[in-house]
């Protein structure tokens, strides 16, 4: 009896040591044990990060992109291990990093990481590699060092920028900030981040999307529509392929253009078709430029005088960035003249308590005909015949 007892033991034992690496005797799983051991690391390095201890950072693994972050004011930085992927002496962890950029985000910008790990023969887990999960956007610092500039109500960072280079930015911002709360209100942050790039490969990488599907675009705004108090701030990303060959004005349009998305950002929600949207900060844009139609919408311009006037507002699917460059033209240009309309019959006030109006919907369906009739005291049909004939006035 003893003798079983004891065989029964030794096979306990056995079948423990043989099952330790899956799920181990305390019924704690090696992945489990992994994922913990790579946290802890984890908060080490965003400790360094925070503290700029290049030493510290160092000791959790290869140096990377650290340096690129030291003008990069930080409020916060902050990794959650999601998973991990473990062979041997090597693994990858999926993270989360949420990370503030200090006086901006009100919230944590939240991004998907990768990251590389071996362990020595000591256990211990280092990162060899961080990286934008699959599919996610890169972070500026992930190409390159940045450099940052402070403008009276902006902050601009570059790669690969000269400092009086990111200052022309900064002024160009600082500009458009008070004009946007000029036609808007000052119901907003009133300061802007300007993200900019060596290239148009740069502004797409931040994008996580095809150059393809940018070129010729000078900048474009990120950020959650119907955005609450507590939210990551909106960027500001420039083409500077693009936005390089504008003059003077078509580089303050442009800056003025994206604050107005910055401002406007919690009043638009998926309600707002993008002629209004893009309309409204073409409008404010565009404001004391001296312009003409015929000037600033050249491709409109040559439809009416063509005789092809537009039947219809233009639709969210012409704003498609892969699309042809002329249509894609003449809908902003529609939008533009749709909002200049609305202000020039119906004042700036009643444009802006439309676009209030529209964006306080929850669905599309009904939101342009509900605030029209409220606001403007018109119907699509009747509001798309008079644009029609606004377009004829002005650019005929």
């Known amino acids: 009896m003893a003798g079983r007892r004891r065989v029964a033991g030794s096979g306990v034992v056995a079948l423990c040591l043989l099952l330790v690496s899956l799920v181990g005797c305390g019924g704690r799983s090696a992945t489990d044990s992994a994922k913990a051991d790579v946290q802890r690391v984890l908060d080490r390095r965003a400790t360094a990060v925070l503290d700029r201890d290049r030493a510290a950072f160092v000791r959790t693994g290869a140096l990377s992109w650290f340096g690129n972050l030291g003008a990069v004011p930080l409020a916060a930085w902050s990794y959650r291990v999601t998973a991990v992927h473990r062979t041997g002496s090597t693994a990858t962890a999926d993270a989360e990093l949420g990370y503030r950029v200090e006086g901006y985000d009100t919230a944590p910008v939240t991004v998907g990481r990768t990251l590389n790990l071996s362990r020595d023969a000591h256990g211990r887990w280092y990162v060899d590699a961080e990286l934008p999960a699959h599919r996610t956007a890169q972070q500026l610092w992930d190409q390159g060092e940045v450099t940052v500039v402070r403008g009276a109500h902006s902050l601009v960072l570059g790669v690969g920028q000269s400092g009086e280079t990111l200052h022309r930015y900064a002024e160009l911002a600082d500009h458009a900030v008070p004009a946007v709360s000029a036609a808007w209100g000052t119901g907003w942050s009133r300061h802007v981040v300007v993200l900019v790039p060596r290239s148009l490969d740069g502004m797409a990488g931040l994008l ?142 009643r444009l802006r308590t439309f676009y209030r109006a529209v964006g306080g919907h929850e669905k599309r369906a009904g939101a342009v005909e509900d605030a029209m009739s409220k606001v403007l005291g018109t119907t699509p049909a009747a509001f798309t015949e008079r644009w029609r004939g606004y377009l004829r006035a002005q650019l005929a």
């Open 208 to 349: 996580g999307s095809p150059a393809s599907s940018y070129r010729g675009i000078a900048a474009v705004t990120t950020g959650e529509t119907g955005a609450p108090a507590r939210a990551p701030a909106d960027r500001i990303i420039v083409n500077p392929d693009a936005y390089g060959v504008l003059g003077g004005v078509g580089k303050q349009v442009v800056l003025t253009h994206e604050t107005t998305h910055v401002a406007t950002r919690a009043a638009t929600s998926a309600a707002t078709p993008l002629w209004l949207s893009e309309g409204y900060a073409d409008w404010i844009g565009y404001l004391g430029t001296g312009r003409t139609p015929a000037e600033a919408a050249p491709e409109l311009w040559r439809a009416v005088t063509g005789g092809q006037v537009p039947a219809a507002l233009p639709d969210d699917r012409d704003f498609g960035f892969t699309g042809d460059a002329t249509k894609l033209a003449k809908a902003y240009e529609g939008g533009w003249m749709a909002c200049r309309f609305i202000a020039e019959h119906w004042g700036d006030a």
